[in-house]
């Protein structure tokens, strides 16, 4: 696999479509490095590392993305993600949230969807949760964006990820 191979991989209990930045071989090994332990944690970043050696684990690649899947991920779900924010933004109104929802990013199948938000104080978004799940029937997750919280939690998406955020 080279950098900028575009495939679908293993994602959170369902799949997602993934971009290869980085290849390195293992030494001594003419394999690429590729750790699929299902027993992890995650790092300081919120990557997936292996509890003994705090080795990244990547996803398991499954197979090569057809150029109407990449298509797919830059046009309509890039489109269904602007909306899902907009409309998660509206919720946080009715509920009198102190938060402000950043982005929106879908796994590829639709299966997960992750709200990027930024809040000065811990919030208690239970019933916001609820309501966005009755919304789009897809598994909820709510990630604190770094502004917030100092070094420890994922960095939302960048608008530049997807050429028509």
């Known amino acids: 696999i080279n950098a900028e191979y ?3 991989v293993e994602g959170d209990n369902g799949e997602d479509l993934g971009m290869v ?8 090994s003419s394999t690429p490095v590729v750790n699929n332990s299902l027993n992890s944690n995650r790092n300081s970043s ?5 509890p003994i050696t705090g080795d990244p684990i990547y996803p398991k690649v499954l197979r090569h993305a057809t150029s109407k899947e ?11 993600e602007m909306k899902c924010t907009e409309q998660a933004r509206q919720k946080v109104i009715e509920h009198s949230l102190p938060m402000t929802i950043i982005d929106a990013e ?27 799940y009755k919304m789009y029937r897809a598994r ?3 990630s ?14 960048s608008s530049s990820k997807r050429s028509s955020k």
């Open 140 to 142: 909820i997750w709510m």
């Open 6 to 8: 575009m495939g679908i």
């Open 46 to 50: 919120g990557n997936d590392v292996d």
């Open 70 to 80: 990449v298509q797919h991920l830059h046009n309509a779900q890039a489109q269904a």
């Open 144 to 157: 604190k964006t770094r502004s917030s919280q100092g070094d420890e939690s994922p960095t939302p998406p």
């Open 21 to 28: 930045v980085h290849t390195w071989l293992a030494p001594s």
């Open 106 to 132: 879908y796994q590829f199948d639709r299966q997960k969807l992750t709200f990027y938000y930024d809040a000065g104080e811990r919030i208690d978004f239970r019933e916001l949760v609820r309501d966005l």
